[in-house]
């Protein structure tokens, strides 16, 4: 059977401090690569270029879509890979990429692959699923002049492979530059850019236009089960940061009108019943968190560790400090399943616990 070609896409600006980076974990995988440059002024293009890239120009017109349209536009092999500069394929990741690629069906239209987002140390422990790879004749475009989007039907797969995303810098007001502009223009923004536009205004320590801008996202019609969960997350975090205790635990309840309660919720609601002392309800919350199980074909945000080692390490501590040492140690065991036998905080509780478990049966 004859082996798909791949083109890897990007779009970059002022990237000499990444780019080498990305592409030298690219390797092999790829047979072309197109990198569109949108203005660069620290040599960008002769780097790509030295390292085996075609290079193209974009006018930079406030619109992502536009750019990354142009640079698919420029693939000639049967699929297309798209990366930012600042993501990266691990070692570890780099062989269910290479045996994706040999193994791809022609009849798959577009492929999701996990994206990393946040670690704790090697492990990844906040992710996302996002659609990487396209048949190119399928003619997928992209969508929404920020926080774009590729818009696939089709034969989908979801396939084990990750890219992580390492930044060195961000440009932290871009984004919001471009909403409040289109704002000022009067363009009522839709659904997507609404939750996004929010999400800026909490990095930008705007929390109570935050709120407003997350009420207003939950008001319409039609939106997306897996974003209304993650705008209540949000909500709650804006909560907490105003110091509106009660309207955090609230906001995460919220979430439950949507679906099934979810593993961070669950923590979220633990975390809340330990700061107000109550052992009861966080021991019942985290309990709960472990019993979670996230829908098939899964899209949304994922905080892994609230549904792997952190229900575990928050059970062990609650226990310890109830007095059921033995519990409390069969649960820090079960988090080092996740974590590994070597990490500080296995590591910490199995030495506190197993001296008061022999000084308890020892007595």
């Known amino acids: 059977m004859h082996m798909a070609t791949w083109s890897l896409c990007m779009i970059v600006r002022n ?12 390797g092999d995988l790829v047979d072309e690569i197109v990198v569109v440059d949108t203005g660069s002024t620290d040599g960008t293009p002769d780097i790509a270029q030295s390292l085996g890239a075609r290079v193209h120009t974009f006018a930079w017109c406030d619109d992502f879509s536009a750019a990354r349209n142009y640079a698919f536009g420029l693939a000639t092999a049967d699929y297309i890979l798209w990366l930012d500069a600042d993501d990266v394929i691990r070692p570890e990741d780099f062989p269910a990429w290479k045996a994706l690629k040999t193994s791809l069906d022609p009849a798959v239209d577009a492929v999701t692959a996990w994206y990393h987002l946040a670690f704790y140390g090697d492990k990844p422990s906040y992710s996302s699923r996002l659609v990487r790879v396209v048949r190119r004749e399928a003619g997928f475009r992209w969508q929404g002049q920020v926080h774009e989007y590729l818009e696939v039907r089709g034969n989908v797969l979801h396939s084990d492979a990750a890219v992580c995303h390492r930044p060195v810098r961000h440009d932290a007001d871009r984004n919001l530059r471009i909403y409040e502009a289109r704002i000022r223009a009067g363009e009522m923004l839709g659904a997507r850019d609404t939750l996004y536009y929010a999400n800026e205004l909490v990095d930008h320590g705007r929390m109570v236009e935050a709120l407003t801008q997350y009420e207003s ?6 939106i997306w089960k897996e974003d209304a969960i993650f705008a209540c997350y949000r909500m ?4 907490l940061k ?12 919220r979430s439950f009108l949507y ?11 633990g975390h809340a019943a330990l700061e ?18 996230r829908p098939p074909g899964f899209m949304g945000f994922l905080n892994r560790a609230c549904e792997t080692w952190l229900p575990h390490i928050q059970l062990c501590v609650i226990l310890a400090r109830l007095g059921r040492i ?12 996740f974590l590994g036998d070597e990490d500080p905080m296995v590591v910490h509780n199995r030495g506190q616990l197993a001296a ?8």
């Open 236 to 239: 709650s975090d804006c909560h």
């Open 259 to 269: 679906d099934a309660p979810r593993s961070e919720a669950c923590c979220r609601l």
């Open 242 to 253: 105003l110091g509106q205790r009660e309207e955090a635990r609230v906001a995460v309840l």
């Open 356 to 363: 008061l478990l022999e000084h308890s049966e020892g007595a």
């Open 326 to 337: 033995r519990e409390a140690y069969e649960h820090n065991e079960w988090a080092a399943k």
């Open 15 to 26: 990237e000499s401090d990444t780019l080498p980076r990305c592409l030298a974990s690219v």
């Open 217 to 222: 996202f939950l008001k319409m019609p039609d």
């Open 276 to 293: 107000l002392g109550d052992l009861d309800a966080a021991l019942a919350w985290y309990r709960l968190a472990i019993l979670c199980r």
